[in-house]
Nanobody
Framework: QVQLVESGGGLVQPGGSLRLSCVISGHSFSGYTIAWFRRAPGKEREFVAALRSSGGYTYYTDTVKGRFTISRDIAKNTGYLQMNTLKPEDTAVYYC??????????????????WGQGTQVTVSS
């Protein structure tokens, strides 16, 4: 059974940093794409970033480019989202997900089969 467990969320001041972790059990990274999505209060779940196993290609939504970095540690079967220069509009519940999306679906929730429970990130002074 595949299980994803996120951690690392919390309260941070604007301009601060957080690193989210996603520990994966039940499958390895081989052949899977890992992604991060977020859901802000009153909004739909939105794509944040993805990392393809094949080729290591990364994808980001425009609002986080240059501030967030997605990565993975294959030995630990763990994915990460390093978030720098955080803004109040980054406040959301962040979810990690894994799957084998086709390229056109890599930014959509429908492209992913397994999801974590989410971790809250609050950016506020």
């Amino acid at each position: 059974q595949v299980q994803l467990v996120e951690s690392g969320g919390g309260l941070v001041q604007p301009g601060g940093s957080l690193r989210l972790s996603c520990v994966i059990s039940g499958h390895s990274f081989s052949g899977y794409t890992i992604a991060w999505f977020r859901r802000a209060p009153g909004k739909e779940r939105e794509f944040v970033a993805a990392l393809r196993s094949s080729g290591g290609y990364t994808y980001y939504t425009d609002t986080v480019k240059g501030r967030f970095t997605i990565s993975r540690d294959i030995a630990k079967n763990t994915g990460y989202l390093q978030m720098n220069t955080l803004k109040p509009e980054d406040t959301a519940v962040y979810y990690c997900a894994t799957g084998v999306p086709i390229l056109s679906s890599i930014r959509t929730p429908q492209g992913y089969r397994s999801w974590g429970q989410g971790t809250q990130v609050t950016v506020s002074s």
